[in-house]
């Protein structure tokens, strides 16, 4: 890291074991470390999984707001004032990290505060480091196969809607919902009647202590999910 | 790593420093690592990505012919002396590392193997680990949004069939074509055709030395891909 520049790091789903050894070394050698948090005085998941490769006596390590809103002035607004933050002092000469949970380009926070940069600091010189995602940590920890040969898999946050739920099951042989929480009853009522219930695998917190797997109806049905849920709903495999 | 076992471990797209601390840590404690390799006299992709991190006089490093092939009994014999051969060595109180490129559970040799060890050895105690996949390598080498919000990513290997990729270009947002090479001139045809050459990001040997990234009618048209190369098709955002 000899030129000042800005890196976006995906720190995996929060164990930090699942950080890359590239992740680790940015960090380890970066000036300032930017962490998002959704909420005044929450910790910021992302930067508790890396805490233990920081050093605060070396290193300026900054939360950075990103609130949970639909308002896009408050949005547009946090964007910004990270994105100038980090063109300054890239400009200053600093390595700058900002750390997200996952991958940097798959469903986070990360990907806005790019685009902000680039728009407003299109000099600041910026490399992404990918992050193990909570959907491949979910696979590992239920041994349960994403895809194989010509299989299709599909993504879906389940908040899209139960019709493109729907067309996706019908299409993919694979389909991983995300953000199941806001609709989880309904979600088990459309994988129930459409069959696919018995080869749903649930999965909270993937990779973290707290990681929980349930399977089949009685156990998914009796569950009150947390807000990093998933489901992987496969297709029956020829033994 | 106290008790004898195998490891399913994802060494990442081949760049060392794409494999995650826990894969590191795993494979330097391991006494024997399985590498797959797909042709005799050929080397390992997989093995050739952490071979700076392991040693030779003290580890046993085998490298096993998967071979490409069609024919399912040849595939399954090889599957189950790769088995064997992992619970022989456990039995014998031995840590067990095999590697696969990318991630064990996302178009991966390790499915099979992992499949074939829980059938014929179901008393091997077995770990996963996940690993970075060409996709998140890819996404972040073009600095290209995966999905974000309530968008859809479809995984498809292109030579699933032209009619279930274009299904999969009208109802995701995302579509990430894997295998592209076989298929490639109709590929960019079909892109071409409906109206996506200009959202179309090629990208070959994502995090490796010889990576190239390729956008636009031109670029796409005048090259002949490489075997691992992918192609991510996104929509045109709002600015």
Redesign the interface.
Known sequence: MATAAAYAV?V?PG????????G??ILRGADVILAPVARIGEPSVALDAVRELLDPERQEIITHLFPMTADPGRLAESWQGAADLIAQRVRAGKQVAFITIG??????TS??L?RTLGEAHPDIP?E??????SI??A???A???????????????A??GMD?IM??LV??ETVVLLKVKPVYGELLDLLQQSGRLGNTVFVERAGSPRQKILRGAEQLAGHAPDYLSLMIVSSPHPA
Do not use: C, F, W
């Open positions: 995906g995996g164990d930090p074991e699942l950080l890359t050894r590239k680790e070394r991958d940097p380009l798959l469903y986070s990907i806005y790019l910026v992404i480091v990918p992050g193990i995602s491949n940590t696979a590992a920890a041994a349960i196969p994403l895809a194989e040969s010509e299989e299709r898999v599909a993504i879906i946050p908040t899209a493109k067309e996706a299409r993919n």
